[in-house]
């Protein structure tokens, strides 16, 4: 069993950056693949970044390429991800995720975090 808490969300304007951290629970956190989707008001819920578990292989949205990061600190049980040049249409809540089997499709995790709020202003 793992549980799952994100924090560092907040409003920021656009250029600017946030960190998302994800605390997990539980000693097989470190065998899950890692992830964060996003849910706007009145869209699904979409992939944004993710990292394996063993390799730590990374994985990205197009729409945040190049300018998030995912990052895990397997001794602190701990997610990240690094929000840079964040746009108004970033604005949603960011979810971290967990699975044993990687994808990019939110209905194959396991584990999912409570939410936090991200709001971008232009």
């Known amino acids: 069993q793992v549980q799952l808490v994100e924090s560092g969300g907040g409003l920021v304007q656009a250029g600017g950056s946030l960190r998302l951290s994800c605390a997990a629970s539980g000693r097989t956190f470190n065998t899950y693949h890692g992830a964060w989707f996003r849910q706007a008001p009145g869209k699904e819920r979409e992939f944004v970044g993710a990292i394996t578990s063993r390799w730590s292989n990374l994985y990205y949205a197009d729409s945040v390429k190049g300018r998030f990061t995912v990052s895990r600190d397997n001794d602190k049980r701990t997610l990240y991800l690094q929000m840079n040049s964040l746009r108004p249409e970033d604005t949603a809540v960011y979810y971290c995720?967990?699975?044993?089997?990687?994808?990019?499709?939110?209905?194959?995790?396991?584990?999912w975090g409570q939410g936090t709020q991200v709001t971008v202003s232009s």
């Open positions: 995720a967990a699975t044993s089997t990687f994808s990019r499709a939110p209905q194959t995790y396991d584990y």
